[in-house]
T-cell receptor, first 116, second 113 residues
Framework: GAVVSQHPSWVICKSGTSVKIECRSLDFQATTMFWYRQFPKQSLMLMATSNEGSKATYEQGVEKDKFLINHASLTLSTLTVTSAHPEDSSFYIC????????????FGSGTQLSVL | KQEVTQIPAALSVPEGENLVLNCSFTDSAIYNLQWFRQDPGKGLTSLLLIQSSQREQTSGRLNASLDKSSGRSTLYIAASQPGDSATYLCAVLKNQAGTALIFGKGTTLSVSS
């Protein structure tokens, strides 16, 4: 089956620092990757959609200058939380759509970010 | 704007019970609906995917139904086990062309032995 690797699985950082989260499709090429954020007891909320080689499309209310998304290859997308603050503490999860595949999405294992 | 609602938010049952989780969505123009399982601090495990043209899907002790016209889906779990304890998420996909899933808040299930 298709595997999406996401790391780190958890990270603790100081306020004001930047954190990079990687999402890799290990055994398939992903044309599109999605980044979600989940606060405790809330649903997964879509943050942005990224297509390989083009700029990401951000959902309303998500700051593109704060959450930098790079999708430089068909197997790797990164989310960088810049100048992180405690309110950015959340569970971040990526998902990938396979090139030439159907509508099924494959999910990473998520990253728990805690900003002190 | 599509909204997905799941009821109940939490459910506790003794081992062996059959149970039903409910999901409703406001826009019936969906491509498919998926049920996921999420363990605390973990990623998502896809359980069942129902295409818009289908009425139900089954996998082991799980059965998911879809009534697209009324905007409802149910996940039936037979003979529940403690290992079924997790949060179950319902999500809908609007179309095939690159859109993302829209999730409900989930139902947190606890099965006691």
């Amino acid at each position: 089956g298709a595997v999406v690797s996401q790391h780190p699985s958890w990270v603790i950082c100081k306020s004001g620092t930047s954190v990079k989260i990687e999402c890799r499709s290990l055994d398939f090429q992903a044309t599109t990757m999605f980044w979600y954020r989940q606060f405790p007891k809330q649903s997964l909320m879509l943050m942005a959609t990224s297509n390989e080689g083009s700029k990401a499309t951000y959902e309303q209310g998500v700051e593109k200058d704060k959450f930098l998304i790079n999708h430089a290859s068909l197997t790797l997308s990164t989310l960088t939380v810049t100048s992180a603050h405690p309110e950015d503490s959340s569970f971040y999860i990526c998902s990938a759509r396979r090139l030439g595949g159907n509508e099924k999405l494959f999910f990473g294992s998520g990253t728990q970010l805690s900003v002190l | 704007k599509q909204e997905v609602t799941q009821i109940p938010a939490a459910l506790s049952v003794p081992e062996g019970e059959n149970l039903v989780l409910n999901c409703s969505f406001t826009d019936s123009a969906i491509y498919n609906l998926q049920w996921f399982r999420q363990d605390p601090g973990k990623g998502l495990t896809s359980l069942l995917l129902i295409q818009s043209s289908q009425r139900e899907q089954t996998s082991g002790r799980l059965n998911a139904s879809l009534d697209k016209s009324s905007g409802r889906s149910t996940l039936y779990i037979a003979a529940s086990q403690p290992g079924d304890s997790a949060t179950y998420l319902c999500a809908v996909l609007k179309n095939q062309a690159g859109t993302a899933l829209i999730f409900g808040k989930g139902t947190t299930l606890s099965v006691s032995s």
